[in-house]
């Protein structure tokens, strides 16, 4: 049976497995790693996450000027790979616009072991610019913008649009108001004084696993341990959405090769109104969303198939390093769409669309060509055993998905 594995967003955040419900009264949330800094032992061996964080900060802040023409707030997540900033860019006619400066590490990142120019590009930068060039610079709606790129001695920076809601944030406050205690802890702000920044540190979540995680818990309630399904019209705009980018992204003749919901952000477009449902106590869906992909670290062109595969739980079952390495040619667009599938059966077994009686095991008999239980109409039905056929033959392609009539 293919099962999903828990993990937090595209930089790898604190995983809260995604099929729990919300935490009795006698559980919290756990806390990401609160380690100062300054309190560990100059001889220990092995840095933190967000040890590294901090010191990528404060060496990209000391050793190389290519921060200086930002306003920079924030830390809002650090992973083994890289930092993400919350920034303001000054344009040139005078304006500010919001950006994540993502600081991706080199392999030797310290002023005293400082790699080279000629250190190769990570692809989800060389991805960006490539579909940034091929768009013109028109972006499509659902894919992450790109804006720039750079690297020193010690780190690459890719500066996007700043894009996503801190839906962890919104958990805890739901949390508060069911009188739920949380074990999340403030971080240490980061504190530069060469440069006088201080960056508050935190290590939040945009992701659709996140939202996800908000919604059941806005929607649960304490007495019954029970939770209202996603909003159904959401999760249909995110599935619509993701195709929508990902049809343009194969058009462009690349495929993503790591789709799931870790991977997709998620923002909501009226807050004020999304905060008043949770000041009182529930969500209900009453609020306006838009979904970007991102992390592009696994996307290849379509010419080359599939090599390798970002989470193999999510592979199509065509897929095999065996058989990669013997020669055959899996379809990096067909691997898309079946990963979209597995996606959008969470995503549907979680909201009201489907019986409230179908579960995780649910996948399974997708993969089986049955579906049982289920109170949305025929059409779902379809449109799921289309993108998780074992044949890629067979296989719905993307633009047979987006204009399958359940989308209407």
């Known amino acids: ?113 400082p790699s080279t120019a000629s250190d190769p590009t990570p692809n989800e930068i060389l991805t960006l610019r490539a579909i940034a060039r091929a768009s013109n610079h028109k972006q499509h709606p659902t894919l992450l913008r790109y804006i720039s790129d750079h690297q020193d001695a010690f780190h690459f920076y890719l500066v996007t649009e700043l894009f996503g809601s801190d839906w962890l944030a919104l958990v805890r406050s739901v949390l508060n108001i069911h009188g739920q205690k949380t074990s999340s802890q403030t971080l240490v702000p980061l504190v530069h004084r060469g440069k006088g920044v201080t960056l508050e540190f935190s290590n939040g979540s945009a992701d659709l696993w996140a939202w996800s995680y908000f919604e059941r818990c806005a929607n649960w309630d304490p007495a019954t341990g029970e ?39 998620v923002t909501a477009v009226n807050k004020d109104s999304l905060t008043s449902e949770v000041q009182v106590g529930g969500a209900q869906g009453d609020y306006h969303i838009e979904v970007r992909i991102c992390d592009f670290g696994h996307t290849e062109s379509r010419s080359t198939g599939v090599r390798n595969v970002g989470t193999l739980d999510h592979a199509p079952p065509e897929y095999s390093k065996s058989a990669v390495q013997q020669g055959v040619f899996v379809d990096g667009a067909k691997a898309d769409v079946y990963a979209l599938g597995l996606m959008a059966t969470r995503l549907l077994a979680s909201s009201g669309m489907f019986s409230e009686m179908v579960d995780m095991d649910m996948l399974g008999m997708v993969r089986d060509g049955v579906i049982e239980g289920m109170s949305e109409l025929e059409l779902v039905d379809d449109l799921l055993k289309g993108m998780l056929c074992d044949e890629p033959e067979a296989r719905f392609s993307m633009e047979q998905v987006l204009t399958h009539p359940w989308f209407d």
């Open 1 to 113: 049976m293919h099962r999903f594995k828990a993990a937090m967003s595209h930089i790898n955040m604190h995983p809260i497995s995604p099929a729990n419900t919300p935490p009795a009264s006698n559980e919290s949330l756990p806390a990401p790693p609160t380690t100062d800094t300054r309190r560990v032992k100059r001889d220990q061996p092995v840095l933190t996450t967000e040890q590294k964080a901090r010191n990528a900060i404060n060496n990209a802040l000391t050793y190389t000027p290519s921060l200086d023409g930002y306003t920079l707030h924030s830390v809002i997540g650090f992973g083994a790979n890289g930092v993400v900033i919350a920034a303001e860019q000054l344009t040139p006619q005078g304006a500010y616009i919001p950006v994540a400066i993502k600081i991706i590490y080199k392999p030797n990142n310290g002023p005293k072991h």
């Open 227 to 265: 939770t209202a399904g996603l909003p159904g019209h959401l999760v249909k705009k995110i599935i619509g959405d993701v195709c929508s980018g990902l049809h343009h992204l194969h058009a462009l003749g690349m495929y993503h090769g790591d789709i799931k919901s870790e991977n997709i952000l």
